[in-house]
């Protein structure tokens, strides 16, 4: 298959992502849509690694998974805590949380 096949569907997915966190208004969605977003391009450089014939995109990879899922573990950990304390996990109610 070639290359732009890859990089079409990549760019597709990275805008459904951007998409849904400009939307949507719930966290768990937003992260979703983040995790979309990160698929997206790791999708693409698996696909120029593949295209080159190097290892570099794969190792890369695997760093952008194991950030997505720290980032993912923080993330969900915030919206409990914020869920126990507002009853709610509004994204307009989160920035009443400031100072």
């Known amino acids: 298959m070639p290359?732009?096949?890859y990089?079409?569907?990549?760019?597709?997915?990275?805008?459904?992502g951007i998409l849904g966190v400009l939307l949507r208004r719930n966290p768990l969605v937003v992260f979703m849509a983040l995790e979309l977003m990160f698929n997206a391009a790791n999708l693409a450089f698996v696909a120029?690694?593949?295209f080159h014939k190097v290892l570099d995109?794969?190792?890369?990879?695997?760093?952008?998974?194991t950030t997505a899922a720290a980032e993912v573990a923080i993330?969900?950990?915030?919206?409990?805590?914020?869920?126990?304390?507002?009853?709610?996990?509004?994204?307009?109610?989160?920035?009443?949380?400031?100072?």
């Open 3 to 5: 290359l732009m096949y």
């Open 7 to 16: 990089l079409g569907l990549s760019a597709f997915m990275f805008t459904i």
């Open 75 to 99: 993330g969900l950990a915030l919206i409990i805590a914020i869920f126990r304390t507002k009853h709610s996990v509004d994204i307009d109610q989160m920035s009443e949380l400031k100072g």
């Open 57 to 65: 995109g794969e190792i890369f990879v695997f760093f952008v998974i």
């Open 48 to 50: 120029f690694a593949a």
